[in-house]
């Protein structure tokens, strides 16, 4: 079992930055790759980002594309999301997930084996 701890939503304005993290307690991400899920206010959750082992990384939002970026720190075992220019519509909880390496980067998280507890996003306009 893989507990992922996230950290670093908050509610901020519009054109603002946050910087998401996800660590695994008491484990490494070794033979994981790692995902960014989000949920607004009565939608589903979706992908946003996912990145592999080797830092290959994915995202799956065109009005994010460019704004956020995945990264991971393996020496720290913790992965990031840094999210720039920040938009109403950002607002959202953000969930992170850990997926099998063999899985690819998929965006389906029926196949996350794991998730944290989400952390709460708020953009101000």
């Known amino acids: 079992q893989v507990q992922l701890v996230e950290s670093g939503g908050g509610l901020v304005q519009a054109g603002a930055s946050l910087r998401l993290s996800c660590a695994p307690s008491g484990k490494s991400f070794d033979g994981y790759s790692v995902g960014w899920f989000r949920q607004g206010p009565g939608q589903d959750r979706v992908p946003v980002a996912v990145?592999?082992?080797?830092?290959?990384?994915?995202y799956f939002e065109d009005s994010q594309k460019g704004r956020f970026t995945i990264s991971r720190d393996n020496a720290q075992h913790t992965v990031y999301l840094q999210m720039n220019s920040l938009k109403p519509e950002d607002t959202a909880v953000y969930f992170c997930a850990v997926i099998p390496s063999f899985y690819g980067l998929s965006p389906y998280s029926a196949q996350y084996h794991y998730w944290g507890q989400g952390t709460q996003v708020t953009v101000s306009s």
């Open positions: 990145i592999g082992e080797s830092g290959d990384t994915r």
